[in-house]
């Protein structure tokens, strides 16, 4: 009996020891899946890190060239405005010459006039290049500011005049004009 106590305490002993052993089987094969899922979700950071560095310089990219782009805009403010302050002088000046022509012109025309000769042609009937009208209200369309311009109205000649950056701003005779507002 004592042999069959003991059969029967190893038998229980192999029992629980085969439990015991599903048991650790079991976590075992949960500890293998933990693990995988544990690689998976790594590589998977390690790709968010990846594409979140590529996002960050995409977006300095653009930080750059929106940087660039009011950078430029600044430039071409400043390009405008040191034109206007050109154009005003530029005007001014030819505003000056004509102020001193026109008296000029005047007294030829009455020295002229006492030897029996004619009067000379005024500016727009001598040269079509060139006439003269009255001051004129010009508001910048870029900054609005406003502009006291002398209108002028242009004939161009033959050939080509070109703007200040190089293109050509006509291939024929063309008439340009100030249009007072």
């Given amino acids: 009996m004592a042999d069959e106590q003991e059969i029967m305490c190893k038998l229980e002993s192999i029992k629980e020891i085969r439990n015991k052993t599903l048991q650790m089987e079991k976590i075992k094969a949960r500890l293998k899946a933990e693990f995988e899922a544990l690689e998976s979700e790594e590589r998977h950071l390690k790709e968010y890190k990846q594409e979140m560095d590529l996002l960050l310089q995409e977006k300095m990219a653009h930080v750059e060239e929106l940087r660039l782009i009011h950078a430029d805009i600044n430039v071409m403010e400043n390009t405008i405005k040191q034109s206007e302050n050109d154009l005003n002088k530029l005007l001014e000046s030819t505003r000056r010459l004509h102020d001193e022509y026109k008296p000029l012109k005047e007294h030829v025309d009455a020295l002229r006039m006492t030897l029996g000769l004619q009067r000379l042609p005024d500016l727009c009937e001598e040269e079509e290049k ?15 500011t406003h502009l006291y311009a002398l209108c002028a109205k242009l004939r161009v000649g033959p050939g080509t005049l070109k703007s200040q950056n190089g293109s050509r701003m006509n291939e024929e005779k063309e008439n340009i004009e100030l249009h007072c507002s």
Avoid: A, D, W
Avoid at 138 to 143: D, E
């Fill in 130 to 144: 060139l006439s003269l009208e009255p001051v004129c209200h010009v508001i910048n369309k870029f900054t609005g």
